[in-house]
């Protein structure tokens, strides 16, 4: 599933103390509770088919920062997971369109980034390896349409679709499904909007009508109830927030209603640090409400930051993915990360990937350039396994002591918690 070698896993620290070793153990310790929670939530709620979740790991706190509908990275997921990954898109795939035989899967319209590229050609190879005819489109008007030769040595075809009648395909290709890994940015294409066929992920959960805060304000509850279960606090999961209404940075117009609750939201978090005995300074991070890329962020430890952008910090918040004005943000407790990658001790932070509920690997995302409390989405950044996407009976014995199965196994909860979320927005009226 990668489109490069797998090594032994190098040297992976986290600065880990007392409250989340707890909690791994404590997950440990619930796991048939958990996972029954969990088999009974998604015959209430079917998981989306297939989600990447951001997380960070502060060693007093385990929770996910983002949460991706349209994921990339495929080719980044170790290949010694693929048969999980072949079932799981098979299920994925029948749940929600029980007779499908054909997919069209239909990816970013104007991108020749290679590695987004390898990551449809790994997706296109699990539909095809799960035993579906698969073809690869592109919404009309695309400049990566084209037959492209990847780094990997495989070749992509991506063909422009048409629509006639209720129906779209591309030439001699009428699909029963549409599986979307466009993120919509731009806004739900007309030539997809009223068709007969299935489109999955739904339209209405593109970039252009999807907020971060209504998907935390989902998250919120599952963490609450999910914490009244196994009996901890819901802080230890779930990253506070809050949000303005319209802003717009360029005009300064929603700075005071930004900085007071930049404030608020700051008062709140030393609240809990003094009460897990936490001696770090709080900060926030503001980023746009909607989109993604690791566009229009920035971190705050005080509310004076936010008001005193100067012109060159506002001109990056005010435009998130191509070119699109950012009117709304969401303001988020900072949550640190501790893990480090490496003799040169990069920081890191993990991104599990999930397809239908099934979590199906990962990788770290590793920055030399970037500390504990920033933004590691950002050029520079690169990819490593995740640990336990390795086999459990592997006789490597190269891993760190601190690089075991409790520690994914908590990571694959707090990803399905947020997963749960996004069913549930899914779902929403």
């Known amino acids: 599933m990668s489109s490069r070698p797998h090594s032994a896993v190098p040297h992976l620290t986290t600065a880990l103390t007392g409250p989340l070793q707890q909690l791994e153990t404590h997950f440990l310790d619930h796991q048939p509770r958990i996972e029954a929670w969990f088999r009974n939530q998604w015959l209430r709620t079917p998981a989306p088919v297939y989600a990447s979740v951001d997380l960070r790991n502060a060693g007093f706190k385990l929770a996910p920062v983002d949460t991706n509908l349209f994921p990339a990275g495929f080719n980044n997921l170790n290949p010694a997971f693929e048969p999980l990954c072949i079932q799981a898109m098979q299920s994925a795939i029948e749940r929600s369109c029980p007779t499908a035989a054909r997919v069209l899967l239909i990816g970013e319209s104007h991108t ?4 987004y590229l390898e990551s449809l050609a790994t997706l296109r190879d699990l539909l095809l390896r799960a035993g579906f005819e698969v073809r690869t489109g592109v919404l009309p008007g695309s400049d990566a349409a084209a037959e492209h030769r990847l780094p990997s040595g495989r070749h992509l075809l991506l063909e422009s679709i048409t629509r006639s009648g209720d129906s779209v395909g591309v030439e001699g290709f009428t699909p029963c499904l549409i599986l979307l890994n466009n993120d919509l940015s731009a806004g739900p294409p007309a030539i997809l909007e009223n068709i007969e066929q299935r489109v999955v992920p739904p339209l209405t959960l593109g ?62 978090i030393r609240q809990k640090y003094r009460q897990y005995g936490i001696d770090k300074p709080p900060f926030v991070v503001v980023k746009a409400d909607a989109g993604t890329y690791g566009m229009a962020v920035m971190t705050a430890h005080d509310a004076d930051e936010v008001r005193e952008l100067n012109r060159k910090q506002r001109t990056r918040m005010s435009a998130a993915k191509g070119g699109r004005e950012v009117s709304k943000v969401i303001i988020q407790e900072g949550v640190y990360t501790f893990e480090t990658w490496g003799d040169e001790e990069a920081v890191a932070e993990p991104v599990v990937y999930m397809i239908d509920h099934f979590v199906v690997g990962g990788f770290y995302r590793v920055h030399t350039g970037r500390g504990p409390n920033e933004n590691l989405n950002a050029p520079g950044m690169q990819f490593e396994p995740l640990a336990f996407a390795e086999p459990l009976n592997s006789p490597d014995t190269s891993q760190e002591p601190d690089a075991n ?11 399905r918690l947020a997963l749960l979320a996004a069913a549930r927005e899914i779902a929403a009226p």
Not at 407 to 414: E, M, S
Request: glycine content about 4%; hydrophobic content about 35%.
């Open 207 to 268: 970039w252009s009508s999807r907020l971060k805060s209504e998907h935390f304000r989902h998250y919120r509850q599952v963490a609450q109830e999910f914490a009244r279960l196994v009996e901890i606090d819901p802080w230890l999961i779930d990253p506070l927030f809050r949000n303005c209404g319209e802003i717009n940075f360029m005009k300064r117009e929603g700075e005071e209603c930004l900085a007071r609750n930049t404030d608020t939201l700051l008062h709140a």
């Open 405 to 415: 199965p409790n520690r994914f196994y908590a990571y694959g909860v707090v990803a």
């Open 112 to 115: 020749r980034n290679p590695y």
